[in-house]
């Protein structure tokens, strides 16, 4: 190899290197300056992520019943069901309920079984300009950037939207992070598990609906954190 090539492949690498150490600076910055409540449910979020496997333990699994029945009662205050209905029942409501009440939410956040509900009163906050820390936006809305401790949510079904005031079927996870250019989001009852799932965001950090492949519209709210 030339003597020039290698000053070239020696300046890329240093380049490279620096890039990647800045990165990772930024990202430290960044999580450092979270708020107590905010580190609380991420961490809360990414050790349950690990409890479950990664994702490879499933609903009904002996290693994580009890964390299951622990989300239901404490996300939902449901303690009178059988195991059975636990885990045939949709539990990613009260898993986010259950995380944001264990990190101190207090009664800014409802225990509820139902995403809809919590996500009609945060578009209620935000229309009332309350006091309660927990405000929804419309995606394409300029306060929707989305940012780490955040709640993302999309549709399952049908007809659904920002201001729709009855229940509806829906889905919400937990921003813990962001790499890249895309949201990392923990969510319970996702592939049947705690799970991760990578949402792409635009260069400017709005969820990035020309990539968003969910049905009925994809992600339509952003739940602001701002505790």
């Known amino acids: 190899m030339r003597r020039i090539d290698k000053i070239i492949l020696l300046g890329l690498g240093v380049a490279l290197t620096s890039a990647v150490t800045f990165a990772f600076i930024q990202r430290y910055r960044v999580r450092r300056s979270l708020s107590d409540f905010k580190k609380a449910i991420i961490k809360i979020a990414e050790d349950e992520y690990k409890a479950w496997g990664g ?3 499933k609903e009904g699994d002996e290693r ?12 939902a205050n449901i303690t009178d069901w059988s195991d059975q209905r636990m885990i045939k029942e949709p539990w990613s409501s009260a898993f986010i309920s259950w995380v944001m009440k264990k990190g101190g939410a207090g009664e800014q956040f409802p225990k509820t079984a139902s995403h809809s509900r919590y996500i009609r009163l945060a578009v ?21 950037k989305v940012e780490i401790g955040d709640l993302v949510c999309f549709a399952r079904q049908s007809g659904v939207n920002y201001d729709t005031t009855t229940s509806y079927q ?12 895309k949201a990392i989001t923990i969510g319970g009852n996702v592939k049947n598990s705690v799970s991760k799932t ?11 609906k020309a990539k968003d492949k969910k049905s009925f519209g994809g992600y339509f709210v952003v739940i602001k954190n701002l505790k």
């Open 55 to 57: 994702g490879f333990f």
């Open 64 to 75: 994580t019943m009890d964390r299951l029945r622990s989300y239901w009662k404490g996300g």
């Open 124 to 144: 209620k906050n935000r229309k009332q300009n309350n006091s309660n820390l927990f405000k929804a936006y419309r995606v394409d809305e300029p306060e929707s």
């Open 170 to 181: 829906s889905h919400c996870d937990l921003v813990t992070d962001i790499v890249s250019g």
């Open 198 to 208: 990578i949402v792409p965001l635009t260069s400017d950090g709005y969820i990035d």
